[in-house]
């Protein structure tokens, strides 16, 4: 099988998450291609030592820029803060590699407009977003419902994402900074579920009707990041304190292009929610809701029913092969987790990049760039206090 050399810049958080789907991929999936782990790259050489003989990555280097454009690699998979995607990911292009980048593509749209330019340059690339979401079971099967017309006309979206970990005791993060990430909740939450919203219905959203955003929190500790970066907890000894300029939540309305009108909430701030991404669909054939937290169930309503016996249906999307994905993994109810969505997601990229179709979807710069703009008109729908059009946004 012919081999795709990968390499990965960023090795704590999505580094893990990625080491560990590389790994596992082809031990639950016949993949077309065979994926090496072959160069880890971040900015610390000793973690990275430890991290790559952890996880067996072939080589290690603090040289992102040689490693991505490294004549051997096949794949730069590009898990950094948002700031670094767009040199990454073009110089990645520009040496004719395949290039996979975190979510969202970018921390703002003119980064991600110059992604999508390079993309659209580099015929013989594959791009591919990392909103790993749409590969849980359940999210996929939404998806299904909605394309066979069992939700029929959609009426309502209403999707949250809701974290509770961005308190006053957590340190300024990159991701509490607008030069590293672009916004705060809004980039790292709302991009999940305008992405989950987009990918499910089929339908764009065409305007931001109004949105507010809030940053409650407005100075943190200067900490050294975490061992694992990103939710390192604790401000202990920090002497110095500095500006969080991100939001920390943002609401907003929208309008999609086939008439649904929508609802999205993105918080760090919501006490007592750890990961509830969330989202309901209500159409006039029938609805669907899901819930991260319990990330195996996709909840249905069948409004063409008998009146008598409509009623919402638990699904437990683990039957195999009638679930997608659920046939690789282990038998019927025996739960999949976080880690399957981005295992799910490198089958597929594999199936990709071999000229095969993925089980559903994949999200490319293209199409992440549509969820970039609607990521835009909200924040200029907030600053602007006004309705905005996503193709206002280009
Ligand atoms: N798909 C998801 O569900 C999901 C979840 C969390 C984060 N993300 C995204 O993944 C990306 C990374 O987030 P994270 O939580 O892993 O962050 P993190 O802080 O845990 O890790 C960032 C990594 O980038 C490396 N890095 C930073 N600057 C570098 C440089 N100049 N050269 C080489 N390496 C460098 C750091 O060393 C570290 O290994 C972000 O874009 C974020 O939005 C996606």
Known sequence: MKPINICLVGQKFMGRTHSNAFLKVGKFFDCPRDPVMHTICGRNLAELREFQSRWGWKHATTDWRAAVTDAQI???????????????????????????????????????????????????????????????????????????GRLGRIYHVRAHYLQDWGGPDVPL??????????????????????????????????????????????????????????IAGGTRGAKRKGKGDVDDAVLFLARFKQGAI??????????????????????????????????????????????????WTRIMATHAPDHPYAGNWWPDAHILGYEHG???????????????????????????????????????????????KTAEME
Request: proline residues 3%; hydrophobic residues 40%; contains cysteine.
């Open 262 to 311: 929508a609802t999205f909430e993105a918080t760090r701030l919501a006490t007592g929610n750890q990961n509830k991404n969330g989202i309901e669909i209500n159409g006039d054939k029938g609805s669907i809701r899901f819930n991260f937290e319990d990330m195996n169930y996709l909840d249905y309503y069948d409004a063409t029913a008998e009146r008598k016996v409509q009623g």
């Open 342 to 388: 981005f295992i799910n997601q490198t089958a597929d990229m594999l199936n990709i990049i071999a000229g095969k179709k993925p089980v559903v979807p994949m999200p490319d710069f293209e199409d992440a760039y549509k969820t970039q703009q609607v990521l835009e008109a909200a924040i200029v729908s907030a600053e602007d206090r006004r309705a905005v």
């Open 173 to 230: 993060l990159w991701r509490f900074q607008k030069k590293y990430a672009g916004s705060g909740a809004h980039g790292d939450l709302n991009a999940h579920i305008i992405d989950m919203a987009r990918f499910i219905t089929g339908d764009e959203i065409t305007e931001v009707v109004g949105s507010i955003a809030e940053t409650f929190i407005k100075e943190r500790a200067i900490v050294d990041e975490g061992p694992r970066g990103g």
């Open 74 to 148: 096949h794949l730069v998979d590009i898990g950094t803060p948002n700031h670094l995607h767009k040199e990454m990911a073009i110089a990645a292009l520009e040496a004719g590699k395949h290039v996979a980048c975190e979510k969202p593509l970018a921390g703002t749209l003119a980064d991600a407009r110059d992604m999508l330019v390079a993309a659209r340059r580099a015929k013989q690339s594959k791009t591919f977003v990392w909103y790993n979401y749409r590969r849980c079971p359940a999210v996929a099967l939404a998806h299904q419902l909605a394309r066979a």
